[in-house]
C-alpha cells in the first residue's frame, strides 16, 4: 500500500512455488500485496527447457566432494564457464569449508574466498576481541589461541598455568596486556562506533602493522593471504551490515550473531577473487541462476528436515490455535519442500542433487525417484617430477672410519640394519610418541628420587611429590592420553615401590643415569646407565629400566646387545672398576615388575667387544640389509622397507 499509494497503477508480480524465504506462504504474500486484484495474469507456459535432473548417490560421505568435482569438471570439458556454476548447500557453515577443499584439489576456481569469513582463524580472533570488549570473559582464552594474539602455544600454556597457580584472573596477567589495551579501547568506542568501526580499529592496531610491503609478494604466504582476505571481507560485510541497521551497536552485533539459524551472515563476503564455481547456501542463491547446479547433502535429516517440535512457550496457545505434532510436521515438510523447489529451479540446464550417507544415513525423499548418475571420481593430478642433476660420485654415510655409538644404536642396527641406516646414517627420526614420553618420565623420577642423598626421604610421599614436579602436560597433545600417561605412570611407579623401592636401601644405589663414553677399538661407545647397586657379595649390579608393554623372552634378554655394553662400559669406567666386578646384570620391566637377567661369562667383556666391533665393521660397509626377525610391529619406515607390502612399491616404474 505503502508503494502503490502515489501510483495509479500497481503491479505486484511473484511466482509462488519459489518464496524468498520458505518459512513465508508465497501465495499468502502475494494476496497480501495486492489482496483484490483487478487484472490477475497468470503465466504458466515455460520458455525455457526444463534442466537435466540426476541423482548422485556417492558410498561415503568423504567420497561426495570428490564427485561433485567431477560433475563440475565434466561440464568445464563440455564448455560451461566456471562462474555459470554452483554448489548448493543448506548451510554454508556445515559443508562448504570441506567442499572447497575438495574442489581446491583438483585446481577448480571458486567465486570468492570459498568459506565464509567466520571459518578463518584470524576473523575468529576479531570476532572474539569484539565479544571480549563486549563483556564475554568466556572469550579470551579462544582470543589467546588465535592468530591475532600471536601467542606460542607452550608460552601459552604457561601464562595460563602461571595466572592460575597466582590466583590472578588470565586477563590480568601481562601477556595479554597489548590485547587488553585494544579491549579497552573498544569498550570505551562501543557506545558511539558502529560494529564495521570497531573491526576495523582491530584490524589497524593489530593486523596492519604484521601486513609486509605490498611489493614483497613473496612475504605472504597462502594462509596469510587467505586470512588476510577474509578479515577484508568481514569488514566490508560489516559495513554493508551496519548501512542497513544504522543505530546498530556491539551489542547489537553480538545478539545477531549468536542468534539461532542467523542465515544468511550478519556480514557478507563482498571480496572476491575472480570468476569460478560458487558454493552457496539455498537462501542465499535466490534470484539467481547458473547453467550447473548440485545441490550438496540431500539426506532425510538435512534435506528435508522435518520438525514438529513444540516449543515450552508455544505462540499457538496465545491464539487458541495449538497445533498436534502431526500438524506441525506436515507445515514443517511443506516448507522444506520450498526450500528445495528454490534449490532445483537455480539450475538452466543441468541439475544434480548429490548425497554421501553413511550406514545410518538415508537418501532425501525428495530425489529417491529420480534418475541415477553414476559416480565418477576425477582423474589425480599428475605433477611433473622435479629435474634432478644426476649424483657427482659415491660418498660413504661415516668417511671417517670412527664411529661414535651408543647402547640404543647397536641395539637398533642389531635388530636391523636397515632401520638403523634410515635412523642414524639418514637421520630420518620421527618426532617420538606418548610412550616414549612415558619413558622419559618414569626414567627421570627414578633417578631423582634414588639420588636424593637423604634416606629420610625415601618415602611413597616423596615420590609422588617428584610426580607432581617432573610432570608436564607436554608429555601428549590430547587430554585423553596425558590422563591414560599419568595413570600408567602412577600405576608403574606404585607397583616398583610395593615390589623393590619400599625394601631398598638407598646407601646401596651408587649411581643412577651414569654417563660413559668407553673406547672399542678404533670406535668409541657412549650412553647412560640407569642405575647401578652394589651388591652384598661387593659386585656391581646393572640394572636397565623398560616400560614396555610387553617383557622380551630370557634367550632374547641372554643376547641383549644394549645390556651387555652396559656390563663392558661398567668393566671399563674407573670409577666403578673401584667399586667392584659386575656380578649381575637385570633388565627391569616397570609395567609388570618382571625381571629378565643376562648370565655373565668369563669371556662376557671380550665377546661384548667382539660384537661391537664386528657391528662398526658392518655399518661402515654400509651393509643395511633389512631382517626378518626384526620387531617390525613397532617400525617407522613400513612404506620404506622392501620386505613390506607397503615398501614393495618404492621404486617400482
Given amino acids: 500500500a505503502t508503494l502503490g499509494a502515489p501510483a495509479s497503477t500497481l503491479a505486484v508480480a511473484g511466482d509462488p512455488e519459489v518464496a524468498t524465504r520458505p518459512d513465508a506462504e508465497p501465495v499468502a504474500c502475494l494476496a497480501a500485496a495486492a489482496p483484490d486484484p483487478v487484472i490477475e495474469i497468470v503465466l504458466d507456459q515455460r520458455f525455457s527447457p526444463a534442466p537435466v535432473e540426476e541423482a548422485m548417490v556417492s558410498g561415503h560421505p568423504s567420497m561426495e566432494g570428490e564427485a561433485i568435482a567431477a560433475v563440475l569438471l565434466e561440464a568445464a570439458a563440455g ?12 548451510h554454508r557453515s556445515h559443508r562448504a569449508t ?59 600454556r604457561a601464562v ?10 588470565l586477563a590480568d596477567d601481562p601477556a595479554v596486556a597489548p590485547l587488553r589495551t585494544v579491549r579497552d579501547e573498544l569498550a570505551e568506542r562501543a557506545a558511539r ?3 564495521a568501526q570497531l573491526a576495523h580499529h582491530v584490524y589497524r592496531r593489530l593486523i596492519a602493522p604484521t601486513v609486509p610491503d605490498p611489493s614483497d609478494a613473496a612475504a605472504l604466504d597462502d594462509a596469510a593471504a587467505s586470512g588476510l582476505d577474509a578479515v577484508v571481507a568481514l569488514v566490508d560485510g560489516l559495513s554493508r551490515w551496519c548501512e542497513r541497521n544504522p543505530e546498530a551497536r556491539l551489542d547489537d552485533y553480538l545478539s545477531a ?30 534470484g539467481r541462476r547458473w547453467h550447473t547446479v548440485v545441490v550438496a547433502g540431500c539426506l532425510e535429516g538435512e534435506l528435508p528436515r522435518v520438525s514438529g517440535f513444540i516449543p515450552f512457550f508455544d505462540p499457538d496457545r496465545l491464539n487458541g490455535e495449538a497445533r498436534p505434532v502431526a500438524v506441525r510436521r506436515q507445515a514443517s515438510l511443506a516448507v522444506e519442500q520450498r526450500r528445495f523447489h528454490l534449490a532445483r529451479t537455480r539450475a538452466t540446464h543441468q541439475l544434480v542433487a548429490s548425497a554421501g550417507p553413511e550406514a545410518k544415513d538415508l537418501v532425501s525423499r525428495f530425489i529417491i525417484d529420480w534418475p541415477r548418475r553414476p559416480v565418477a571420481l576425477p582423474a589425480r593430478v599428475h605433477h611433473a617430477s622435479p629435474a634432478l642433476r644426476p649424483t657427482e660420485g659415491l660418498a660413504p654415510v661415516f668417511p671417517s672410519g670412527a664411529l661414535v655409538l651408543s647402547a ?14 634410515f635412523a642414524y646414517g639418514l637421520r630420518v627420526r620421527d618426532a617420538g610418541n606418548v610412550w616414549a614420553s612415558l619413558g622419559s618420565l618414569a626414567h627421570d623420577i627414578l633417578d631423582r628420587f634414588l639420588s636424593q642423598g637423604d634416606p629420610a626421604l625415601h618415602t611413597w610421599e616423596r615420590l609422588l611429590e617428584l610426580v607432581d614436579e617432573c610432570w608436564t602436560d607436554d608429555v601428549a597433545p590430547y587430554r585423553p592420553q596425558r590422563e591414560r600417561i599419568r595413570r600408567d605412570l602412577l600405576d608403574m ?3 616398583w615401590w610395593n615390589e623393590e623401592g619400599n625394601d631398598l636401601d638407598p646407601a646401596s644405589v651408587l649411581s643412577t643415569e651414569l654417563d660413559f663414553d668407553i673406547a672399542v677399538g678404533p670406535h668409541r661407545v657412549v650412553g647412560k646407565i640407569d642405575r647401578v647397586d652394589l651388591r652384598p657379595d661387593g659386585t656391581l649390579e646393572i640394572i636397565d629400566y623398560k616400560t614396555s608393554q610387553t617383557p622380551i623372552t630370557q634367550e632374547a634378554a641372554a643376547d641383549d646387545l644394549q645390556l651387555a655394553t652396559y656390563h663392558l662400559a661398567a668393566s671399563l669406567t674407573p670409577d666403578l672398576m673401584a667399586a667392584g666386578a659386575p656380578g649381575r646384570l637385570r633388565l627391569l620391566f616397570l609395567r609388570k615388575m618382571v625381571d629378565r637377567e643376562q648370565p655373565i661369562t668369563p669371556d662376557h667383556a671380550a665377546v661384548t667387544t667382539a660384537k661391537i666391533i664386528e657391528a662398526a665393521e658392518a655399518i661402515l660397509a654400509e651393509g643395511y640389509q633389512p631382517s626378518v626377525t626384526a620387531d617390525c610391529d613397532h617400525c617407522p619406515f613400513h612404506r620404506l622397507c622392501p620386505l613390506q607390502a607397503e615398501g614393495r612399491e618404492v621404486g617400482a616404474p
Fill in 79 to 90: 564448455g560451461v564457464a566456471w562462474e555459470d556454476m554452483a554448489v548448493l548447500v543448506r
Fill in 98 to 156: 570441506a567442499l572447497t577443499r575438495a574442489l581446491a584439489r583438483h585446481r577448480i576456481p571458486l567465486a570468492g574466498a570459498g568459506p565464509r569469513p567466520g571459518d578463518e582463524p584470524l576473523v575468529r580472533g576479531v570476532v572474539d576481541l569484539l565479544r571480549w570488549a563486549g563483556g564475554d570473559v568466556e572469550a579470551l582464552p579462544r582470543l589467546l589461541g588465535s592468530p591475532l594474539a600471536d601467542i606460542d602455544p607452550l608460552v601459552l
Fill in 160 to 169: 595460563e598455568r602461571q595466572a592460575r597457580d597466582a590466583g590472578l584472573a
Fill in 193 to 195: 562506533s558502529t560494529p
Fill in 257 to 286: 550473531l549468536d542468534a539461532p539459524d542467523a542465515e544468511p551472515d550478519p556480514w557478507r563476503t563482498g571480496h572476491r577473487r575472480g570468476p569460478g564455481v560458487t558454493i552457496t547456501s539455498i537462501a542465499a542463491a535466490t
Fill in 408 to 421: 640404543s644404536q647397536l641395539a637398533t642396527f642389531a635388530d636391523c640394519p636397515l632401520k638403523y641406516a
Fill in 493 to 495: 611407579l606404585e607397583g
